[in-house]
């Protein structure tokens, strides 16, 4: 049994990391519900965002909130491109899986010729900065991930629970013919979740770059634990794949304090597994 | 206000219609009847412009409507009451309603609109945070009507209300819908209820194998032998021996 | 003939593969073919489960690596033979394969995606599995030191060998499915597998079965690219590279064709093969991707789809030229079986089927309110009522789509509530739809060929389209039999339904709205085709409401309303029940 204050430091970096989960999923989550689309592809595109910020803060020297404004928009406009492609072949949900991860593949060889498969490590003086409170060490960058983790999520949330636009995704996504007989364009609000599915990857991408070590292999590390919290959080469900990523992020940490690091997938694909056993419908 | 000339409808498994053409006038009542797979939905579909038609056209209020997309005809005042109900079953009372009054001349009303239909349907105030899903059928009816009257609508399209419902409760749903009618509003009414149809309607159209067989007030028609024919079989020759 | 000249090939082309390393070829010549060989294997052994039954896996990789495993341990520690260790492997991963299957099968909902990411997270637990224990400890397992008996000489060709007849048996077997009875179960359940239970294919058992052909194969290649790459780690064993890779392989060949898998196979190996290693590796996965997003967008049948498809509509074209006069032939239909006897008169004859008191509801509504009644042998039984009255929820009752909450539906003996659907289509039940859900993908004569196979008569393949084929003249579709249901009118889908249910042999039909939507001719010809249906001595359920068809059709009819038998009798004098006229009329003109 470890001691206490490595727990609590497992722990810790458990919830941090299960902000960066709620990042990664939040795309993947909103366009699974809404468009029908499982975007593997969205993986691809946070590492392209995050080799980008290397580029844009290490090598340009950008501050890093000046990064994200240039990144935001362009990833909003890769999602609407995406999405003009799947609807001008029509492609179905289940072909968007497999379209996607073609798109996957090509982003990473592309990332690999541009950047090599050499790792790449973003140096800044803030990087690895953290503050000790009591025994425990807190990375301050991880923890301004989480926050904004936390706002990105209840602020989609908000969006979609009390404004006209987001009621009528929902129910444009339970039937479209007759919410768009009452005046919904399922159309426009589909690039437009597109889009903000797109920049979601540009917001994670961002603090995978400050966090992490970039390699294109790393591209499909994440791709099992975040399908696991989309999955148990529901689909297009921004604080149900909040609490989700949590839990998954908490019991990873505690598997690896306890046990051996290597255990840790166990915990996300059992859940993902009993998840989809128990209640396939409510996916 | 809406008339309905010469319109063909072939569509995937839906019925086909030929041929038919009909009018609503402004305030007026009109019930459309026959037995099942007679293509009343299909023409009442076509009518909202979420089926495609093949010939024919649509005109409302002297507008030619026939090419126009779903959305475009909410905009222009035709709410549709679909068969089955159709309710978001997944949102809330309260959000089925709101997503009536989507377009945004609607939502400018959004307020007294959900206090008429709470005065209507006082059931739906108290449970106008529960999930639409876990209402009971005449409830669900209840707010697939609300949701169109929140949109506004000069024309409201109804189909078949009473399916699924008992007796009882098709009953009072008529004796509102009778009522909306009474303060106004123009209603085309789909029912296979030939009954209760001829009972509020001032004018129907029989529908029969896709086409239009026979018209004219209620009370000439229920004796005429298309609709005797159509729902029990009688041969008139037989019937009046 | 064709089929000869097909087999004679197949066996030139396996006899000179088995030859070839005798004339001492090139080591990387040999090990590329080792290549093609194995990725066939995989690819075609997917395929009998996921490109048959359209149940994507992405979990192939786990039984490979089960395989893999397998051999690596009991050929190193378990000292075991290394043939030995080939069907241990494959019974190994079966065994998982099966076991998984009765868990996930039974869930309704697990299909598609679903179900693809279900079989990825499989892999990944057996791989954290696999690390974590003896099976492999973290370090990997090596096979240096293994003895294999040495073919022609060399350990490598043994393996040759081994990949070879591993495939061409993968082969074989996708190639006996794709032909058999067993496999027309399978496509019928890829494209509409709630039919496919009800016309009398038993969907679980079938898919358990796919599944453990599936994986049986997949665990004997593992085993043998164990011994193949000698050194054996769980992230390169489990990695989602194989399944992909078998996904890739067997869309771009074609996923519904035994061949696909080896074209689609060859063609990925070769180009991996020639990109590999050189400064080009990049570009050749690229060209990857490339060839997948392609391959989806503008060939989503793969190149055998492709093929399949111009062929049939090539036979199409021609057989509609041949038949073209005979295209009408509803009273010249040949009979398979001999006429019955004309129908006894109703109310003498024996009692066929039985409703004692079903009851059935849905959230607390009540679709069947406790219905009872009686169907009598060789009688045309008419069932009406208004829309929503239960009609259809009956049909979906007896023939085993929903199972009644109380009650007793006996039929031979046998109480249907307790039936799964297909064995209540076996015992001699068939039904109708009245929105036609014919099997998309399949032929016209594959549609009404398999319930002939699944019905009581359980016909082999051959037999079942002869008996599909007269079917098919009966209700005048011969001309279109290579034709794809799509291609078929409204009316022409309803005579399909018809032709399904002529096929079954049934001896109880039930026939659902089978009117709603016709013309008036297509209507007539449709009510001598009903009458033809029971003079060949089925008894019939007719649910309609073409009332002037039911008083032509039925001897005997009865009425439900709210789910309740609420009239009787003689078919006029029931339809002039107050009652009856209430229920459709109103009470004020009854």
């Known amino acids: 049994m470890p001691s206490a204050s490595l727990l609590a430091q497992s722990i810790l970096s458990g919830i941090l990391i299960g902000g960066l989960y709620t990042l990664l999923g939040l795309g993947l989550s909103l366009s699974?519900?809404?468009?029908?689309?499982?975007?593997?592809?969205?993986?691809?595109?946070?590492?392209?965002?995050?080799?980008?910020?290397?580029?844009?803060?290490?090598?340009?020297?950008?501050?890093?909130?000046?990064?994200?404004?240039?990144?935001?928009?362009?990833?909003?406009l890769i999602g609407i491109a995406l999405q003009y492609l799947l609807i001008r072949f029509s492609v179905n949900e289940f072909a968007s899986l497999l379209v996607t991860f073609g798109i996957l593949v090509l982003l990473e060889t592309l990332i690999q010729w541009i950047w090599s498969a050499d790792f790449r490590r973003l140096e800044t003086s803030y990087g690895t900065a953290s503050i000790k409170i009591g025994a425990i060490y807190v990375p301050i960058v991880e923890c301004l991930m989480f926050f904004v983790a936390v706002i990105v999520a209840v602020v989609t949330w908000a969006w979609l629970k009390f404004t006209y636009v987001g009621k009528a995704l929902r129910a444009s996504a339970e039937n479209p013919i007759i919410a768009g007989a009452y005046g919904v364009n399922h159309k426009r609000l589909a690039y437009l979740i597109a889009g903000i599915s797109g920049a979601t990857a540009a917001i994670a991408g961002v603090f995978i770059a400050l966090i992490s070590t970039?390699?294109?292999?790393?591209?499909?590390?994440?791709?099992?634990?975040?399908?696991?919290?989309?999955?148990?959080?529901?689909?297009?469900?921004?604080?149900?794949?909040?609490?989700?990523?949590?839990?998954?992020?908490?019991?990873?940490?505690?598997?690896?304090?306890?046990?051996?690091?290597t255990w840790a997938p166990l915990v996300s694909f059992t859940l993902l597994i009993a998840i989809l056993i128990l209640r396939p419908h409510k996916v | 206000m809406l008339e309905v000339r010469a319109l063909d409808v072939s569509y995937g498994d839906a019925p086909a219609l030929w041929g038919i053409s009909m009018t609503v006038g402004a305030g007026e009542l009109v019930a459309v009847v026959g037995p099942n797979g007679a293509g009343k939905t299909t023409l009442i579909n076509s009518i909202a412009r979420i089926l495609p038609s093949r010939g024919g056209s649509i005109w409302l209020d002297g507008v030619e409507v026939t090419a126009l997309p779903s959305q475009a005809m909410c905009e222009l005042g035709v709410a549709l009451i679909p068969e089955g109900r159709r309710l978001f079953?997944?949102?809330?009372?309260?959000?089925?309603?709101?997503?009536?009054?989507?377009?945004?001349?609607?939502?400018?009303?959004?307020?007294q609109g959900m206090e008429r239909v709470y005065e209507i349907f006082p059931i739906l105030k108290e449970r106008r945070r529960q999930i639409a899903g876990t209402l009971s059928g005449g409830q669900q009816q209840m707010l697939a009507v609300g949701r169109a009257l929140m949109a506004r609508p000069k024309l409201l399209l109804v189909d078949e209300p009473s399916l699924g419902l008992s007796p009882l409760i098709t009953q009072q749903l008529f004796e509102v819908l009778k009522k909306i009618h009474a303060d106004g509003m123009s209603m085309l009414l789909i029912e296979q209820n030939v009954a209760i149809a001829l009972d509020i309607a001032e004018r129907v159209y029989v529908v029969e194998g896709g086409r239009i067989v026979s018209t004219g007030k209620p009370k000439d028609l229920l004796a005429t032998r298309h609709i005797r024919e159509a729902y029990l079989g009688e041969d008139v020759e037989a019937g009046s021996r | 003939m064709k089929d000869k000249r097909g087999f004679l090939a197949a066996g030139l082309i396996v006899v000179a593969l088995i030859a070839f390393p005798a004339f001492k070829p090139p080591a990387f010549l040999e090990s590329f073919l080792y290549l093609v060989f194995f990725w066939i294997a995989l690819t075609s052994s997917w395929q009998i489960l996921s490109g048959y039954t359209g149940y994507f896996s992405f979990g192939h990789g786990a039984f490979f690596g089960i395989g893999m495993y397998t051999t690596a341990n009991l050929a190193t520690k378990g000292e075991m033979d290394f043939l030995l260790t080939l069907p241990i492997a494959g019974i190994i991963a079966a065994v998982v394969g099966v076991l998984i299957g009765a868990v996930v099968f039974r869930v309704k909902q697990l299909r598609g995606e679903l179900f693809a990411l279900l079989t990825l997270a499989v892999t990944f637990v057996l791989a954290t599995i696999a690390l974590n224990t003896s099976i492999d400890g973290g370090p990997g397992v090596f096979l240096s030191g293994i003895k294999i008996a040495n073919i022609y000489g060399s350990p490598a060709t043994s393996l040759y060998l081994f990949a070879l007849l591993t495939a061409v048996a993968s082969l074989a077997l996708a190639w006996w499915v794709q032909h058999s009875r067993f496999g027309g179960g399978l496509f019928a359940i890829a494209d509409d597998e709630d039919v496919a239970e009800v016309l009398g294919v038993p969907t679980y058992r079938f898919k358990l079965i796919a599944l453990g052909l599936s994986s049986f194969i997949a665990g004997v290649g593992g085993g043998i690219q164990a011994v193949y790459v000698s050194y054996v780690t769980v992230p390169e064993t489990f990695s989602i590279t194989v399944p992909l890779f078998v996904v890739l392989m067997s869309l771009i060949g074609g996923s519904r064709h035994w061949l696909g898998a080896a074209i689609g196979a060859a063609f990925i190996t070769t180009l991996n093969y020639v990109f590999v290693g050189g400064e080009w590796a990049l570009a050749g996965r690229a060209l990857i991707g490339l060839i997948l997003i392609v391959a989806i967008l503008y060939l989503p049948d793969g190149l055998m789809g492709l093929l399949e498809s111009r062929r049939r509509k090539r036979q199409s074209r021609a057989r509609a030229q041949d038949t073209e006069h005979v295209a009408a032939g509803i009273d010249r239909a040949t009979e398979h079986r001999p006429a019955a006897p004309a129908p006894k008169p109703a109310g003498a004859s024996q009692v066929l089927l039985r409703c004692e008191d079903v009851q059935l509801s849905f959230r607390g509504v009540r679709a069947l309110a406790g219905i009872s009644l009686e169907v009598r042998k060789g009688e045309i039984l008419g069932i009406v009522g208004p829309n929503g009255s239960g009609k259809s929820t009956l049909i979906n009752t007896i023939s085993g789509f929903y199972r009644p909450d109380?009650?007793?539906?006996?039929?031979?003996?046998?109480?249907?509530?307790?039936?799964?659907?297909?064995?209540?289509?076996?015992?001699?039940?068939?039904?109708?739809?009245?929105?036609?859900?014919?099997?998309?993908?399949?032929?016209?004569?594959?549609?009404?060929?398999?319930?002939?196979?699944?019905g009581p008569f359980g016909l082999q393949r051959a037999a079942a389209e002869a008996q599909a084929r007269t079917a098919l003249e009966h209700v005048g579709l011969a001309g279109r039999a290579d034709a794809l249901p799509t291609e078929l009118n409204l009316h022409q889908r309803k005579f399909l339904e018809i032709a399904r249910a002529l096929a079954s042999g049934s001896e109880l039909v039930l026939l659902d709205e089978v009117l709603a939507g016709l013309t008036p001719t297509e209507i007539a010809s449709a009510v001598s085709m009903v009458r033809s249906i029971r003079d060949r001595g089925a008894t019939i359920i007719f649910i309609e409401h073409n009332m002037r068809a039911v008083l032509a059709l039925t001897e005997r009819l009865i009425v439900l309303d709210h789910g309740e038998v609420i009239a009787e009798g003689e078919p006029r004098d029931v339809m002039r029940r107050p009652a009856v006229i209430t229920a459709y009329l109103g009470k004020a003109h009854a």
């Not at chain 1, 999955?231 to 909040?242: E, R, T, V």
């Not at chain 3, 509530?417 to 004569?445: C, D, M, N, W």
Request: net charge positive; hydrophobic share 60%; aromatic share 10%.
């Open chain 2, 89 to 111: 079953v997944g949102m809330t009372v309260e959000e089925n309603l709101e997503m009536g009054c989507y377009r945004p001349a609607a939502r400018l009303h959004r307020v």
């Open chain 3, 406 to 454: 109380a009650g007793r539906i006996l039929f031979r003996d046998r109480d249907l509530a307790k039936e799964e659907a297909h064995k209540i289509a076996a015992l001699g039940v068939g039904r109708t739809y009245q929105i036609p859900r014919p099997f998309v993908r399949l032929s016209v004569l594959e549609n009404v060929a398999l319930p002939a196979m699944y």
């Open chain 1, 214 to 261: 970039l390699a294109p292999a790393q591209v499909v590390v994440w791709l099992g634990v975040v399908f696991a919290a989309v999955i148990l959080g529901g689909l297009g469900n921004p604080l149900g794949l909040l609490v989700a990523s949590l839990v998954i992020g908490v019991s990873e940490a505690i598997t690896m304090a306890v046990t051996a690091p």
């Open chain 1, 32 to 76: 699974w519900r809404f468009l029908q689309v499982i975007n593997l592809a969205h993986f691809a595109f946070v590492f392209l965002a995050a080799y980008l910020s290397y580029q844009l803060i290490g090598v340009a020297g950008l501050n890093p909130g000046l990064a994200l404004l240039i990144l935001l928009p362009i990833f909003f």
